[in-house]
């Protein structure tokens, strides 16, 4: 058993009672979201910050410069995603033996020493090198971060601060074509190209976050010091109700347990199809703006309103999605806003038209993202499980990336009508696997209130938790999102009376 697990025993049985009235909940939620949020969501604006700056590079002229032909920028844009995709579940088990405070802020360093070399290289091999040392030092931020946020807030409060820190994506877009805008006139200096100075521009204040947070971010709610002692057993106790007291404990059959279940891989199937239209979003969207008439500077500028509606409209669907308790219905809506969006794109030869899209792209496929990674999170029971489940969410999610890298070609400007099509059906696929999600844990919630109707059990008592401890989300105690639209329960009950048919025909 690690230390870890001793001081969250220890909290349980040999701390005097609390008195729960004394804690607000809320209060506390606030209290958890200054200390937390703000770090960790300036360490991924400043990570993704760096990667779009690639897509503002590529029009202020990187590709003339290193003489870039055909596919060879959307190779360099896939090579980063490689190591990435890789190297997710490794570096998720890592935070578990190395304390999160020095893990996810050493990725930030490396990266931000990493990523100067970049505006230096002078053909496509040094490009492409530099863009596969990026992709391993940053492998690992994400899916850490998400599960380190998960480590802190129960269930019904994950998307909200998810959101928030997702969102540190699309604003990354924005500052992105707003810096990009002011760098690319500074070509020429230092004897630096404009594009040079982009991608190295935000490399200074990386490394110093990186070394505020080596500094400043607490590890867990068990050892948090910014918390009174009443506050922090009302924390851990909240917790493990809220995960059914799933174990804790650093075993290999819990990591076992997430490779074979086959929900992870429906996740991670769910977060593919999101990843190829965001990435691509990210990537592409001043080359987008750019084919559809627009000067490549004021293109800069244009890339600044669609990511600032993506990051309200994740903060938002975020804070509703806990509100109302279910993830799949902002999924499936996220996924068909976005459908929308790219429809537009797909069939509108106007450019005031076509920047509407794009607008409705953002404001669904970012807040999609933000619930995918939470309703992960909210069906993997204990700490391991749900480490390497969110870790498989993002690896093999991130092989979307990859195939996002090359949907946007040279030849199919200025409209680029089969990448737009390409999302379109990424699209399609999510609202069908979001369905397929919820009536599959409608199911198994059904079996589970059963089995405890059968066996007497009853979800509120925590005195039967150490029984099922070992079980985490398999346990009888533990549920999982429920459906709460009629027109889905309805869908549910006809696939299950169909079932029945079928089985009771072939008997």
Not at 53 to 63: F, M, P, W
Not at 190 to 205: E, M, N
Request: hydrophobic residues 45%.
């Amino acid at each position: 058993m690690s230390a870890k697990d001793e001081k969250s025993d220890s909290v349980s049985v040999t701390q005097p009672p609390y008195e729960p009235e004394r804690v607000t909940r809320n209060r506390l939620l606030r209290k958890l979201d200054w200390h937390l949020l703000p770090t960790v969501s300036l360490l991924y604006l400043l990570a993704f910050l760096d990667r779009v700056n690639v897509g503002n590079a590529k029009i202020a002229g990187l590709t003339t410069d290193l003489r870039l032909t055909g596919l060879q920028f959307n190779l360099c844009s896939a090579m980063f995603f490689i190591p990435y995709s890789l190297l997710d579940l490794p570096c998720n088990m890592a935070i578990m033996y190395f304390r999160p405070s020095r893990w996810i802020p050493s990725i930030m360093f490396c990266w931000g020493v990493i990523m100067v070399s970049m505006g230096f290289v002078k053909n496509f091999a040094g490009l492409m090198v530099t863009r596969l040392f990026l992709g391993a030092r940053e492998a690992g931020l994400y899916p850490g971060v998400s599960f380190y946020l998960c480590l802190w807030y129960p269930r019904d409060a994950q998307a909200q601060r998810l959101g928030i820190f997702i969102s540190a994506s699309s604003m990354s877009g924005a500052f992105g074509g707003l810096l990009a805008y002011a760098i690319e006139r500074m070509d020429g200096i230092g004897g630096l190209a404009g594009w040079s100075w982009i991608v190295c521009d935000s490399l200074h204040s990386t490394i110093v976050i990186a070394i505020f947070a080596f500094v400043s971010m607490p590890d867990y709610p068990e050892t948090a010091g910014f918390l009174t002692e009443e506050e922090r057993r009302w924390l851990v106790r909240t917790i493990k109700q809220d995960t059914a007291g799933s174990s804790k404990a650093l075993k290999r059959k819990f990591l076992s347990e997430a490779l074979r279940d086959p929900h992870a891989y429906m996740f991670a199937a769910m977060n593919f199809f999101v990843v190829v239209p965001l990435v691509a979003f990210a990537l592409f969207l001043p080359t987008i703006i750019v084919g559809l008439g627009y000067s490549s500077l004021h293109a800069q500028l244009l890339t600044i309103p669609p990511n600032i509606c993506g990051l309200l409209a994740t903060i938002i669907i975020g804070a509703v999605s806990d509100r109302v308790g279910m993830r799949g219905p902002f999924v499936l809506s996220g996924a068909c806003a976005t459908l929308m969006g790219y429809a537009i794109l797909l069939g509108t030869e106007r450019p005031v038209i076509g920047y509407i899209g794009t607008l409705l792209a953002a404001s669904g496929i970012f807040p999609a993202l933000t619930c995918v990674l939470a309703w992960t999170s909210g069906n993997a029971g204990g700490d391991i499980k749900r480490g390497a489940m969110i870790a498989i969410l993002t690896g093999l999610g991130s092989l979307g990336a990859i195939a996002s890298s090359f949907i946007y070609r040279a030849q199919d400007s200025p409209r680029y009508r089969p990448g737009h099509a390409t999302n379109i059906g990424c699209c399609c696929m999510v609202v069908i696997l979001s369905i397929v999600c919820m009536l599959e844990f409608a199911r198994q919630n059904r079996a589970k209130r059963a089995e405890c109707a059968r066996e007497g059990v009853s979800p509120d008592d925590q005195s039967r938790f150490e029984e099922f401890a070992e079980l985490g989300d398999k346990s009888p105690l533990y549920r999982c999102a429920e459906i709460r639209c009629k027109l889905l329960a309805m869908l549910y009950d006809f696939a299950d009376t169909l079932s029945n048919m079928l089985n009771h025909m072939q008997q």
